[in-house]
Nanobody, 116 residues
Framework: VQLVESGGGLVQPGGSLRLSCVAS????????IAWVRQAPGKGLEWVSNIYGDGSTSYLDSMKGRFTITRDNAKNMVYLQMNSLKVEDTGAYYCAKYGDAWSLELWGQGTLVTVSS
């Protein structure tokens, strides 16, 4: 059972990236998956969720810029990030919720750097 992220990289302010998270050992269509990020020198910050029923939620500052989606056939979850800002720089992790809405399974993360 694991999650593996990809898609990070260097992008200029105002640019876009799409992060991918492939799951193995469980089915994303019935799971609640989160994207969580960590800026350099700071703590973890929740970004977005996608739930088993396909509904989504976002941190207020991400609304309108970030979109979380899911491809059930590929067992993958994505985070489309548009209008990126320097402060979006950090490591981005996908994680699976377990009982009591704790994040029980984490990927290794993918690094996003927004810089001119």
């Amino acid at each position: 059972v694991q999650l593996v992220e990809s898609g990070g990289g260097l992008v200029q302010p105002g640019g876009s990236l799409r992060l991918s998270c492939v799951a193995s050992g469980f089915t994303v269509s019935t799971a609640a998956i989160a994207w969580v990020r960590q800026a350099p020198g700071k703590g973890l910050e929740w970004v977005s969720n996608i739930y088993g029923d396909g509904s989504t939620s976002y941190l207020d500052s991400m609304k309108g810029r970030f979109t979380i989606t899911r491809d059930n056939a590929k067992n993958m979850v994505y985070l489309q990030m548009n209008s990126l800002k320097v402060e979006d720089t950090g490591a981005y992790y996908c994680a699976k919720y377990g009982d009591a809405w704790s994040l029980e399974l984490w990927g290794q993360g993918t690094l996003v750097t927004v810089s001119s």
